[in-house]
Nanobody
Framework: VQLQASGGGLVQAGGSLRLSCAAS????????MGWFRQAPGKEREFVAA????????YYTDSVEGRFTISRDNAKNTVYLQMNNLKPEDTAVYYC?????????????????WGQGTLVTVSS
């Protein structure tokens, strides 16, 4: 599967952005999806994940209550709605996929990665 992330940009603190990740292929509904981010000089870290059905989600503590992951299997797309953004959310955001019926939070478990989209939050 190929993944194409989009929706990044420059936003002021407190603002919102919605990231999208469009997937190719006809088996998108069998893939667990995740969002990760990598700030300058730091390792790529987990942000949010969603099960193949969309029925289960999981977030890292720092975004819980501010970010929402969702998916539309008819459109082969997963979303990350980001509200109340903070300067520390500044990073390149990557979507990831793996065929699985579970919610996956470990980077090493994902097989496919998008190219990343840059989110910059100014103070």
């Amino acid at each position: 599967v190929q993944l194409q992330a989009s929706g990044g940009g420059l936003v002021q603190a407190g603002g919102s952005l919605r990231l999208s990740c469009a997937a190719s292929g006809r088996t998108f509904s069998s893939y667990a999806m995740g969002w990760f981010r990598q700030a300058p000089g730091k390792e790529r870290e987990f942000v949010a994940a969603i099960s193949w059905s969309g029925g289960s989600t999981y977030y890292t503590d720092s975004v819980e209550g501010r970010f929402t992951i969702s998916r539309d299997n008819a459109k082969n797309t997963v979303y990350l709605q980001m509200n109340n953004l903070k300067p520390e959310d500044t990073a390149v955001y990557y979507c990831a996929a793996r065929q699985s019926d579970r919610v996956l939070i470990l980077r090493s478990l994902y097989h496919y990665w998008g190219q990343g989209t840059l989110v910059t939050v100014s103070s």
